[in-house]
């Protein structure tokens, strides 16, 4: 039984490692976010900082730091939880693995000072290999991806064989299997061909697949384990939903993709396909926590929950991982799907709803519960028992998601403007779109995102105070 197995977590050098990957994790989400606000004052002032920092990098280093951030804090999370789902103190190759954190960290160093400080170069072969690869959302040099691949492939190496000589567990399972797609499907973005479709075919299994199917699987095998550490959820229920979240997800992970197709000349029947299925793949992660809470309340209201065992161990985690349930389902599911209709889609196409889905669904499915994996990751390092919520942890979570909601907001009422006026009026051209652009109701929509992410940025801000004092001030209290 999982149960019976004991292991020093607080000495645990997996779990020191995870932490290390956090700590790098929360500098590149404050980098992101400085990145957003400037992009967005750019949108309304596009003289600032025009020929020093312009809004073509601004944005790259915004959405790049988004995506490598999450990655850190994700095989962070993966580090922290080896030692409790296997029964194994430390990975195989602890060592093979710290190396790896330094010489990802250094890349993703180098990479960004390049974007920051050299920014483009010629159309030529070395500007690919050592500047910019010039794919929106995936712009790192060609050696810092084949590093990244590198990287990871030690790191699923490291799981996978402490897996192996451990106990598998079903959460564990899904993890791994998980973690090899996770891998693989970043390699199809890393080869390119002179047919602009199949290029873009291709690229899609990246940008979406990669986040709408092996991401979402990773979300649910995070959930599963923290709803079990904070609230000693039964696993047989958590494990169920995660099985049927992958029998689901891959499914309409894969089907769902096909609400791209509609731009790049595949057939029409991808249209319907892919606007229906992509819209199924919160569910599962939803039915996961509803029915969790449902059996805890359950047993709190039959007096079966007695003494620490039926707690809320860490309130901060426990309240991230409630927004990110119900953060997916709104900003991945009706959000996303509201404007994947192809019939809706041939006018919200490229226009700020895409921006607004964007935004939501990334805070919603992935931020949520990585910043509660982090609060988990504090517990153990602190060795508390219990983590409840301070004046800090309140004012992050209050204002970061009521930030990230106001900025998704403003964006949906901007991509309206557009579909009205740019895309149904006035024909989609260049012209219609710089006339929309200009218009008070997208001016003031984007002062208004501009406004809601300086909400969003004291929220970081007291997140940060947090993550660094939580821990010692509950020991404090404790004592």
């Given at each position: 039984?999982?149960?019976?197995?004991?292991?020093?977590?607080?000495?645990?050098?997996?779990?020191?490692?995870?932490?290390?990957?956090?700590?790098?994790?929360?500098?590149?989400?404050?980098?992101?976010?400085?990145?957003?606000?400037?992009?967005?004052?750019?949108?309304?002032?596009?003289?600032?900082?025009?020929?020093?920092?312009?809004?073509?990098?601004?944005?790259?280093?915004?959405?790049?730091?988004?995506?490598?951030?999450?990655?850190?804090?994700?095989?962070?999370?993966?580090?922290?939880?080896?030692?409790?789902?296997?029964?194994?103190?430390?990975?195989?190759?602890?060592?093979?693995?710290?190396?790896?954190?330094?010489?990802?960290?250094?890349?993703?160093?180098?990479?960004?000072?390049?974007?920051?400080?050299?920014?483009?170069?010629?159309?030529?072969?070395?500007?690919?290999?050592?500047?910019?690869?010039?794919?929106?959302?995936?712009?790192?040099?060609?050696?810092?991806?084949?590093?990244?691949?590198?990287?990871?492939?030690?790191?699923?190496?490291?799981?996978?064989?402490?897996?192996?000589?451990?106990?598998?567990?079903?959460?564990?399972?899904?993890?791994?299997?998980?973690?090899?797609?996770?891998?693989?499907?970043?390699?199809?973005?890393?080869?390119?061909?002179?047919?602009?479709?199949?290029?873009?075919?291709?690229?899609?299994?990246?940008?979406?697949?990669?986040?709408?199917?092996?991401?979402?699987?990773?979300?649910g095998t995070l959930a599963a384990y923290a709803l079990i550490k904070i609230i000693n959820a039964k696993r047989e229920i958590v494990e169920m939903w995660l099985w049927i979240e992958v029998l689901?997800?891959?499914?309409?992970g894969i089907l769902g993709l096909g609400h791209h197709y509609f731009w790049i000349g595949t057939p029409e029947y991808w249209w319907e396909i892919g606007a229906l299925f992509s819209s199924l793949e919160p569910?599962?992660?939803?039915?996961?926590?509803?029915?969790?809470?449902?059996?805890?309340?359950?047993?709190?209201?039959?007096?079966?929950?007695?003494?620490?065992?039926?707690?809320?161990?860490?309130?901060?985690?426990?309240?991230?991982?409630?927004?990110?349930?119900?953060?997916?389902?709104?900003?991945?599911?009706?959000?996303?799907?509201?404007?994947?209709?192809?019939?809706?889609?041939?006018?919200?196409?490229?226009?700020?709803?895409?921006?607004?889905?964007?935004?939501?669904?990334?805070?919603?499915?992935?931020?949520?519960?990585?910043?509660?994996?982090?609060?988990?990751?504090?517990?153990?390092?602190?060795?508390?028992?219990?983590?409840?919520?301070?004046?800090?942890?309140?004012?992050?979570?209050?204002?970061?998601?009521?930030?990230?909601?106001?900025?998704?907001?403003?964006?949906?009422?901007?991509?309206?403007?557009?579909?009205?006026?740019?895309?149904?009026?006035?024909?989609?051209?260049?012209?219609?779109?710089?006339?929309?652009?200009?218009?008070?109701?997208?001016?003031?929509?984007?002062?208004?995102?501009?406004?809601?992410?300086?909400?969003?940025?004291?929220?970081?801000?007291?997140?940060?105070?947090?993550?660094?004092?939580?821990?010692?001030?509950?020991?404090?209290?404790?004592?």
């Amino acid at each position: 039984m999982l149960s019976s197995i004991k292991t020093n977590n607080f000495q645990s050098e997996s779990k020191k490692l995870g932490m290390m990957y956090f700590r790098v994790a929360i500098v590149l989400f404050g980098a992101q976010l400085l990145m957003g606000l400037i992009a967005g004052l750019q949108f309304l002032y596009p003289e600032f900082l025009f020929n020093i920092f312009d809004f073509s990098v601004a944005r790259m280093v915004h959405i790049n730091a988004l995506v490598v951030w999450m990655l850190y804090a994700m095989i962070g999370s993966v580090y922290l939880m080896l030692p409790d789902e296997t029964g194994i103190k430390e990975p195989v190759a602890i060592g093979l693995g710290k190396l790896a954190f330094w010489i990802l960290t250094a890349a993703v160093a180098v990479v960004v000072l390049v974007y920051i400080f050299v920014q483009v170069g010629p159309g030529k072969e070395s500007t690919i290999w050592f500047i910019n690869e010039g794919r929106e959302y995936i712009e790192a040099p060609r050696w810092a991806d084949i590093g990244i691949v590198a990287v990871v492939l030690v790191f699923y190496a490291n799981v996978f064989f402490t897996y192996m000589k451990g106990q598998k567990t079903g959460i564990m399972t899904v993890m791994v299997a998980n973690l090899l797609a996770l891998a693989g499907l970043y390699i199809t973005g890393m080869f390119f061909t002179d047919n602009i479709s199949v290029d873009q075919f291709w690229w899609w299994w990246v940008i979406h697949l990669w986040v709408e199917a092996t991401w979402e699987v990773f979300v649910g095998t995070l959930a599963a384990y923290a709803l079990i550490k904070i609230i000693n959820a039964k696993r047989e229920i958590v494990e169920m939903w995660l099985w049927i979240e992958v029998l689901m997800l891959f499914g309409s992970g894969i089907l769902g993709l096909g609400h791209h197709y509609f731009w790049i000349g595949t057939p029409e029947y991808w249209w319907e396909i892919g606007a229906l299925f992509s819209s199924l793949e919160p569910v599962p992660l939803v039915a996961m926590f509803v029915h969790v809470l449902y059996d805890w309340g359950k047993e709190q209201g039959h007096g079966e929950a007695m003494g620490e065992d039926h707690v809320i161990k860490n309130g901060p985690a426990m309240a991230w991982i409630t927004i990110n349930a119900f953060g997916n389902f709104l900003g991945a599911g009706i959000w996303g799907f509201f404007h994947t209709l192809p019939q809706v889609n041939i006018y919200t196409h490229g226009s700020q709803f895409t921006a607004a889905h964007g935004h939501l669904a990334f805070f919603g499915a992935y931020a949520t519960i990585l910043i509660g994996m982090m609060y988990l990751g504090l517990q153990e390092a602190y060795g508390l028992k219990r983590m409840k919520a301070t004046f800090n942890s309140k004012m992050a979570i209050f204002l970061i998601t009521f930030g990230v909601l106001g900025m998704a907001v403003a964006l949906t009422i901007a991509g309206y403007e557009q579909v009205l006026v740019e895309r149904a009026e006035l024909g989609a051209g260049w012209q219609a779109f710089f006339t929309a652009q200009n218009l008070p109701w997208y001016i003031q929509a984007q002062t208004w995102r501009e406004i809601m992410g300086l909400v969003t940025f004291v929220g970081f801000v007291f997140l940060l105070i947090d993550l660094l004092t939580i821990g010692s001030k509950t020991q404090k209290s404790d004592d």
